[in-house]
Nanobody, 117 residues
Framework: QVQLVESGGGLVQPGGSLRLSCAAS????????MGWYRKAPGKERELVAR???????NYADSVKGRFTISRDNAKNTVYLQMNSLKPDDTAVYYC???????????WGQGTQVTVSS
């Protein structure tokens, strides 16, 4: 059993910042990557940022230079620092962990981020 608990979402004005956290617990082993995805109303779920066990990162073009993903391996926690937020960043953000001997995806319950004045 694996649990992913997200926190840090909320309402913020354009140009503001938020920091999302996701703590993984349970049968955690052989983590390949951890990341964040988001789904906005009427749109497909998309990758926001991902970080591998080796520390390699990749970002959606729309968030490069504004968002930073990081992880604390000892705590099995991944973070997403979001700066210069725009209304287009409004979405439900989902934590993801890709792990296992034959890796599969695990998902958090999602946290709402709303960017509005």
């Amino acid at each position: 059993q694996v649990q992913l608990v997200e926190s840090g979402g909320g309402l913020v004005q354009p140009g503001g910042s938020l920091r999302l956290s996701c703590a993984a617990s349970g049968s955690i082993f052989s983590i390949t990557a951890m990341g964040w995805y988001r789904k906005a109303p009427g749109k497909e779920r998309e990758l926001v940022a991902r970080i591998t066990s080796a520390g390699l990162t990749n970002y959606a073009d729309s968030v490069k230079g504004r968002f930073t993903i990081s992880r604390d391996n000892a705590k099995n926690t991944v973070y997403l620092q979001m700066n210069s937020l725009k209304p287009d960043d409004t979405a439900v953000y989902y934590c993801n962990i890709f792990m296992g001997v034959v890796p599969i995806d695990y998902w958090g319950q999602g946290t709402q981020v709303t960017v509005s004045s």
